[in-house]
C-alpha cells in the first residue's frame, strides 16, 4: 500500500510539474527566485529575463560550476516560495534587517543604497519622513520599504510593484511610495515620467544580499565565496557601473 500511495504521489508531481526539492534532482543546477519585473535589478527586455541581480547570479553560478535557472515570483510571494524548496536562492534586492538575518541564511550583501519618498510632483507636504505620518504609501506588502513607511505611522496599501505604486500615486490613490533609489532612478531615466518626485530621502543606507534556507548555510558559504571573487576580479564593479554609472556593490 506505501508503495502504491508513493507511486500515486509521483505521478502527481510529475503531472503538476511540481518539484519536492529545487535542485534535489540535479546537483550542478542552482534554481534562483526572482521577480522579473523589478527594473533594473531583475526584469524582461525583448524576451529575455536581465538586470542587475540577474546577472551577479548568474557570476555567481558560474564561479560555482552550476547552471542558473530562474524561477519568476511575485515578491510577496517570494520567500514562501523559497521556504517550500521551488528554488535555492532568492536574488531580488533582499535587504539585510534583523527579522530577515534571524529566519534566512543570508550572503554577504552585493548592494548598498538609500530609500526615498516619492511623491507626485506638485505635493509640498511630505518633505521627510516623519511627513508620512497619516498619510496613505503604496507599498510590496512584504518589502522592506512596507515596514519604513508603516513605522513612520504611514497607511501602506498593497501593490505588486513600483510602477503600481506610481500608478496609484499619480491617480491621487495614494500620498506617496517609498522604495530603493537606484530603481526610482531607472524608473524615471527609462519613462522620463515628470508627473512624480523624490520628495525626501528616508535617512538610512541598506544593503542586500541573496537569501537562503536557514539550515542551507553551506550554500550560502559558496556564495560568499563566489562574491569576494567576483567583488576581487572586478565583475562586481564592472556589473554596477553597467546599470547604476557607479559602484554599488560596496
Do not use: H
Not at 564561479?63 to 535555492?88: C, H, M, N, Y
Not at 520599504?145 to 505604486?165: C, D, I, L, P, R
Amino acid at each position: 500500500m506505501r508503495k502504491f500511495i508513493a507511486a500515486a504521489v509521483l505521478a502527481v508531481v510529475a503531472a503538476t510539474g511540481l518539484s519536492a526539492c529545487s535542485s534535489a534532482s540535479d546537483p550542478n543546477v542552482l534554481k534562483i527566485g526572482t521577480e522579473g519585473t523589478y527594473a533594473p535589478f531583475s526584469y524582461q527586455e525583448g524576451g529575455t529575463l536581465t538586470g542587475y541581480d540577474v546577472e551577479v547570479a548568474r557570476a555567481v553560478g558560474e564561479k560555482l560550476g552550476k547552471k542558473v535557472e530562474f524561477v519568476q515570483t511575485p515578491w510577496d510571494s517570494i520567500f514562501a516560495g523559497l521556504e517550500s524548496k521551488r528554488f535555492d536562492l532568492v536574488a531580488n534586492q533582499v535587504t539585510v534587517n534583523p527579522e530577515r538575518t534571524a529566519k534566512y541564511a543570508l550572503s554577504q550583501p552585493y548592494t548598498t543604497s538609500e530609500g526615498v519618498i516619492v511623491t507626485k510632483s506638485d505635493n509640498t507636504t511630505i518633505t521627510s519622513l516623519a511627513s508620512l505620518a497619516g498619510k496613505t504609501t503604496a507599498q510590496s506588502a512584504t518589502s522592506n520599504w512596507s515596514k519604513v513607511a508603516s513605522g513612520a505611522g504611514a497607511k501602506v496599501e498593497a501593490v505588486e510593484g513600483f510602477v503600481q505604486a506610481v500608478q496609484l500615486l499619480k491617480a491621487g490613490r495614494v500620498d506617496a511610495t517609498v522604495n530603493d533609489t537606484l530603481a526610482v532612478g531607472e524608473y524615471t531615466k527609462k519613462t522620463g515620467d515628470t508627473g512624480i518626485k523624490i520628495a525626501a530621502r528616508t535617512g538610512e543606507t541598506s544593503k542586500q544580499a541573496f537569501a537562503a534556507r536557514k539550515d542551507d548555510t553551506a550554500l550560502i558559504a559558496d556564495v560568499d565565496k563566489a562574491l569576494a571573487e567576483l567583488r576581487a576580479d572586478g565583475t562586481l564593479a564592472r556589473l554596477s557601473e553597467k546599470y547604476f554609472g557607479t559602484d554599488v556593490s560596496r
